[in-house]
Nanobody
Framework: EVQLVESGGGLVQPGGSLRLSCVTS????????MSWYRQAPGKERELVAG????????NYADYVKGRFTISRDNAKNTVYLQMNSLKPEDTAVYYC?????????WGQGTQVTVSS
């Protein structure tokens, strides 16, 4: 059974940092690209960042470039999202995603709230 479990969210002041983690199981993690998405209240889910299976290439949404960094540890079956210089508009539920076996899988999400 494929499982994705996110953690690391919370309440942070503008300008602060958080590091999200997504621990996976049920598939051969090192073979698959991974991505982070987010969904703010009343908005559609949107791509934040993606990383190749080997971790040698990444891509970012324009609104997080230079502030967020996606990385992975294939020995730990875990993908990370380091978020710096957080803004109130980054407030959302953050999800990790994998496309495996002709379908996509999502974690339960972790809430990130940026507020003073």
């Amino acid at each position: 059974e494929v499982q994705l479990v996110e953690s690391g969210g919370g309440l942070v002041q503008p300008g602060g940092s958080l590091r999200l983690s997504c621990v996976t199981s049920g598939f051969t993690f090192r073979v698959y690209a991974m991505s982070w998405y987010r969904q703010a209240p009343g908005k559609e889910r949107e791509l934040v960042a993606g990383i190749t299976s080997a971790g040698d290439s990444t891509n970012y949404a324009d609104y997080v470039k230079g502030r967020f960094t996606i990385s992975r540890d294939n020995a730990k079956n875990t993908v990370y999202l380091q978020m710096n210089s957080l803004k109130p508009e980054d407030t959302a539920v953050y999800y990790c995603r994998v496309f495996y076996g002709r379908r996509e899988y999502w974690g339960q999400g972790t809430q990130v709230t940026v507020s003073s």
